[in-house]
């Protein structure tokens, strides 16, 4: 079974992984494999040096993500021109790692902060959506990265609501509660997808 996962900036898509991982599940990490295709002389480093020139790069030549990241999340124009140079290759990225694990692995979770944006949905049997209400989501996101209210807001704008995701959702983690409380919603579906999957072996 192939689980796209995904939700908003900070809705708690690393935790929930987190806790699927303790559980044996396999992880596919689509802003992984983002950083690792955009580490120096890589195919996106050289793709988004291309299109943003020389000035989004730190003196020891790596992409300065904090620059890049003020750029598109108050652009939305640069946003669109990133997008479209990198979002291609991340996906043939996240294709070719699923083609490999699904071969070794029954279940295979894929968390993808854009799934929905990126068009991926049929990718998937399942798509897991990670939601939080938007005031818990600022405040998490405004303390994980030490970010003002206004700069939160931009980043979570340049996102579908996650209100709108839920539409495309076939399962919804509901993670407004504790880390104790998403643990067990965590523990409680995968059990419910391992029967599943255990029932069609
Ligand atoms: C904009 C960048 C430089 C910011 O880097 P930074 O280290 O601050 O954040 P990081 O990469 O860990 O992403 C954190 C979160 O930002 C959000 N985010 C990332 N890229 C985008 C984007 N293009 N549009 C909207 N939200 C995004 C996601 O929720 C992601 O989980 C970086 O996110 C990036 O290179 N994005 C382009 C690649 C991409 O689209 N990744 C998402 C793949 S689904
Ligand atoms: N239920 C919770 N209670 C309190 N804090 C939480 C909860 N779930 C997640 N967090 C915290 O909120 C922040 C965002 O969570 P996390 O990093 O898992 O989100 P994410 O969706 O992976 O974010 P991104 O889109 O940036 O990758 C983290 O600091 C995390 O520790």
């Known amino acids: ?22 559980l044996g599940a396999v992880i596919i990490d689509a802003d992984k494999i983002a950083h690792s295709l955009m580490e120096p ?6 793709r988004v040096v291309k299109e943003f020139g020389k000035e989004i790069l ?8 904090k620059k890049l990241g003020g750029i598109i999340f108050n652009d939305s124009k640069a946003k669109k021109r990133l997008d479209k140079t990198t979002h ?12 490999r694990l699904s071969k070794e692995n029954d279940i295979l979770i894929v968390d993808v902060p854009l799934l929905i944006e990126i068009d991926m949905i049929d ?17 998490r996101l405004m303390t994980r990265d030490q970010i003002d209210y206004q700069k939160a807001i931009a980043k979570i704008n340049s996102q579908m609501p996650l209100i709108k995701k839920k ?21 409680r579906v995968w059990q419910k997808i ?3 999957e255990s029932e069609f072996k």
């Open 58 to 65: 730190l003196s020891n030549g790596t992409i300065d993500r």
């Open 123 to 139: 990718f998937f049997d399942e798509v897991w959506l990670v939601y939080v209400d938007k005031d818990v989501q600022i405040k």
């Open 1 to 22: 079974m192939k689980v796209g996962l995904t939700g908003g900036i900070a809705s708690g898509k690393s935790t929930v992984s987190k806790y699927l991982k303790e």
């Open 88 to 99: 291609p290759i991340i996906i043939a990225k996240i294709e070719e790692e699923m083609e």
């Open 41 to 46: 002389k890589k195919i996106l480093w050289k």
């Open 167 to 187: 539409e495309y959702a076939d399962r919804i983690i509901n993670n407004n509660g504790t880390e104790e409380e998403l643990k067990f919603e965590v523990i």
């Open 194 to 196: 391992s029967d599943i």
